[in-house]
């Protein structure tokens, strides 16, 4: 199984940005389906985006779409989210996850596995 760390969250204002890392280990991801996920206090599990394996098919959500940039480099096992322009509404815990082949959203059979998560805080 694919063992997943998240990195790079903290506290911006408003219109701020951040780098959040994925560092997988364990197995390669270069055959993976790679996504982001956020989690908000009381809120539920919501999926931000994907990037297909080989790095050339991102996809959104509405609510980080023109904001927000999925990338990967097989090469380091490390997928990335760079976050601009960000809001106090994108203040949440963030995951990233891996699902076998090329899938989209919540139709990929994501890992039972979640890690710890990184903490992003985006004050007004």
């Known amino acids: 199984q694919v063992q997943l760390v998240e990195s790079g969250g903290g506290l911006v204002q408003a219109g701020g940005s951040l780098r959040l890392s994925c560092a997988a280990a364990?197995?390669?991801?270069?055959?993976?389906?790679m996504g982001w996920f956020r989690q908000a206090p009381g809120k539920e599990r919501d999926f931000i985006a994907t990037?297909?394996?080989?790095?050339?098919?991102?996809a959104y959500s509405d609510s980080v779409k023109g904001r927000f940039t999925i990338s990967r480099d097989n090469a380091k096992n490390t997928v990335y989210l760079q976050m601009n322009s960000l809001k106090p509404e994108d203040t949440a815990v963030y995951y990233c996850?891996?699902?076998?082949?090329?899938?989209?959203?919540?139709?990929?059979?994501?890992?039972?596995?979640w890690g710890q998560g990184t903490q992003v805080t985006v004050s007004s």
């Open positions: 990037i297909n394996p080989s790095g050339s098919i991102p």
């Open positions: 364990g197995r390669s991801i270069s055959t993976y389906t």
């Open positions: 996850n891996a699902a076998p082949g090329s899938c989209s959203g919540y139709g990929c059979r994501w890992t039972a596995y």
